[in-house]
């Protein structure tokens, strides 16, 4: 399971790498013109999202006839999305408690 939560990381972590800043700086700048520090929880609901774009990326690859040949239960599959889900809120939610 650590494998497949590692790969989805990295999967998180490049389809991010070049949308997160941008994002970050537009919820940054609308809490401080706004003056409304609640605007930074919504890297919650963000990181969230990049999560389940993990989805669409293994959809896109055909992952699912690979990961088929794994030695890994499809219960191990899916719980580790589910626990990729909750990582990146849990990171959404200590970096908008980190800049508040």
Do not use: N, Q
Request: contains cysteine.
């Amino acid at each position: 399971m650590k494998g497949l939560l590692y790969k989805d990381l990295i999967t998180v972590a490049c389809a991010g790498r070049r949308s997160l800043p941008v994002i970050l700086l537009v919820y940054l700048a609308a809490a401080v013109v706004a003056d409304a520090p609640a605007m930074l929880f919504g890297f919650i609901f963000v990181l969230g999202l990049f999560s389940l774009s993990s989805l669409s990326y293994d959809e896109y690859a055909h992952w699912e006839t690979y990961a088929r040949t794994l030695p890994v239960s499809r219960a191990a599959l899916v719980g580790s999305k589910y626990l990729l889900c909750l990582l990146c809120v849990a990171g959404g939610g200590g970096l908008s408690m980190g800049i508040a």
